[in-house]
Antibody
Framework: QVTLKESGPALVKPTQTLTLTCTFS??????????ASWIRQPPGKALEWLAR???????FYSTSLKTRLTISKDTSRNQMVLTMTNMDPVDTATYYC????????????WGQGTPVTVSS | QTVVTQEPSFSVSPGGTVTLTCGLS?????????PSWYQQTPGQAPRTLIY???TRSSGVPERFSGALLGNKAALTITGAQADDESDYYC??????????FGAGTKVTVL
């Protein structure tokens, strides 16, 4: 059974760095062809893909946010981590992690999401 | 930057059929974009419906189908039910590891 769960601070101040952790079970990010992504959704707005990490540690980032994002994994702990620097109120959103499905180009399992508010 | 386009909203009668589309601001959608579709109700995480253009995810009812229609990807709901009232998002793979979401379509069943 595949599960993912996001964790991290609910509130961060402007200019701070956000660190989110996705803890998963039922698969390993060291398995060939396995991939996972971070996705966010501001309140009342659309989903936005942020970053992806692959089994071979390849990393890919949203063009518009790549200077602020770092994605990493800890396969021994079955975790994936996202850091986002220089947080701004417009980064207020629910942040999701998701596993990529067969073929690697779409998402099959999602976490429940964790809300993050950026405010002083 | 290429934008993924979706209709903002659609209304469908119970039992009716509705087709949502997913296009590109520049160019045509093809199987190489591996279109996928997700359903989201308020306060919930997205649910995967369709991947790789037309493959239904496990447990998804047959009334949901995906295809390419002209230069767009399409999601058709045949025999809409009340609990199909949701937001629907498409995702396109743009190459070099990058996925892009559309702005979503709000479907109302009434």
């Amino acid at each position: 059974q595949v599960t993912l769960k996001e964790s991290g601070p609910a509130l961060v101040k402007p200019t701070q760095t956000l660190t989110l952790t996705c803890t998963f079970s039922g698969f390993s990010l060291s398995t060939s062809e396995m991939r996972a992504s971070w996705i966010r959704q501001p309140p009342g707005k659309a989903l936005e893909w942020l970053a992806r990490i692959d089994w071979d540690d390849d990393k890919f980032y949203s063009t518009s946010l790549k200077t602020r994002l770092t994605i990493s994994k800890d396969t021994s702990r079955n975790q994936m981590v996202l850091t986002m620097t220089n947080m701004d109120p417009v980064d207020t959103a629910t942040y999701y992690c998701a596993r990529h499905g067969r073929g690697g180009h779409s998402f099959d399992y999602w976490g429940q999401g964790t809300p993050v508010t950026v405010s002083s | 930057q290429t934008v993924v386009t979706q209709e903002p909203s659609f209304s469908v009668s119970p039992g009716g059929t509705v087709t949502l589309t997913c296009g590109l601001s520049s160019g045509s959608v093809s199987i190489s974009h591996y279109p996928s579709w997700y359903q989201q109700t308020p306060g919930q995480a997205p649910r995967t419906l369709i991947y790789d253009t037309n493959t239904r995810s496990s447990g998804v009812p047959e009334r949901f189908s995906g295809a390419l229609l002209g230069n767009k990807a399409a999601l058709t709901i045949t025999g809409a039910q009340a609990d199909d009232e949701s937001d629907y998002y498409c995702v396109l793979y743009m190459g070099r590891g990058i996925n892009v979401f559309g702005a979503g379509t709000k479907v109302t069943v009434l």
